[in-house]
């Protein structure tokens, strides 16, 4: 699979997903701003009702461009990170057989057993692909709204004064650095999960049957089942284990991690992390349906 012609298909509709997510949650995700004063300490230096209108404009106006400055650096980043994508899923999805070393060989097991690998395998490749492509969209969106909430706080309550940062400069980047993981160790775990999915989706498969566009879509339905009927499994793969992060409970960082994971494991995210990887295979199903024409 060429990922170049599809990821920006993917990226633009899975951000306009996302970006409503992050639309609808915007008190939430400024909830500690909000409940901490933030209007309030604008408001309280003026007098009258057309004083505090003016300012309470000036915030919004001013929360609305951290929000969406938030949002293009994500899409930003995530066009920086997927260019090694496909780099690293060949190295990963170790093994598998080229059409030449098929046609040599001279045992029809032999060659039988080596198509069925190159079937699951490039299966593999490509789905994991696009759930990789929704999970880092998904996680740097989250990362980057939260460190934007408290810029956002800090900026309206000490003027981005460095001596009363919530959070220093050093855990932003530390706290960031976690979008890479899904890229890194947490792809290792996300391509064997997909990779037992497509061999057990391939297992009854008739090999010599002539494949339909419709009989792809329904392999990749039967694929997608299986994976998605726990989507905590799969979002377990943006962050490290909890007990290998050996981090003390008043660590900043280990706040923001929490704070990640709370959003991750929320009923209202997985409705939008589903809707978005629809709209991912989405793309990959238009880009397939050329192959079949």
Avoid at 35 to 43: E, K, N, V
Avoid at 75 to 93: E, F, I, K, P
Avoid at 115 to 131: A, E, P, W
Wanted: net charge positive; aromatic share 8%.
């Amino acid at each position: 699979m060429e990922y170049i012609t599809t990821v920006s298909t993917v990226i633009k509709d899975t951000s306009s997903s996302l970006h409503s997510f992050v639309d609808t949650n915007k008190r939430k995700f400024l909830s500690v701003a909000i409940a901490s004063g933030a209007s309030y300490y604008l408001i309280s230096k003026f007098r009258g009702p057309k004083k505090k209108d003016i300012i309470q404009n000036s915030a919004n106006a001013r929360l609305m461009n951290y929000f969406e400055n938030a949002n293009m650096t994500c899409d930003t980043t995530v066009l920086q990170c997927l260019n090694g994508l496909q780099d690293s899923l060949s190295r990963n999805v170790e093994r598998i057989p080229t059409t030449a070393q098929i046609r040599s060989c001279k045992s029809t097991p032999e060659k039988v057993e080596m198509f069925r690998t190159l079937s699951y395998k490039t299966l593999t490749k490509t789905i994991t692909g696009v759930y990789t492509i929704v999970l880092l969209i998904s996680h740097l969106r989250i990362q980057t709204n939260l460190v934007g909430r408290y810029l956002y706080l800090d900026q309206v309550l000490h003027g981005g004064g460095g001596a009363h940062q919530l959070f220093d400069i050093p855990t932003q980047i530390k706290y960031l650095s976690y979008g890479q993981y899904i890229l890194k160790q947490g792809q290792h775990g996300l391509i064997k999960h997909v990779e037992f999915a497509c061999e057990r989706a391939l297992s009854d498969w008739e090999l010599t049957k002539l494949v339909t566009y419709d009989d792809m879509l329904g392999l990749i339905l039967t694929i997608r089942d299986y994976i998605e009927k726990d989507l905590n499994k799969i979002l377990s793969f943006l962050l490290p284990p909890e007990e290998e992060e050996q981090l003390d409970d008043t660590d900043p960082l280990k706040n923001l991690l929490n704070e990640s994971r709370n959003i991750l494991e929320s009923a209202s995210f997985h409705r939008v992390l589903k809707k978005s990887i629809d709209r991912g295979f989405l793309a990959l199903c238009d880009s397939l349906r050329f192959s079949f024409q």
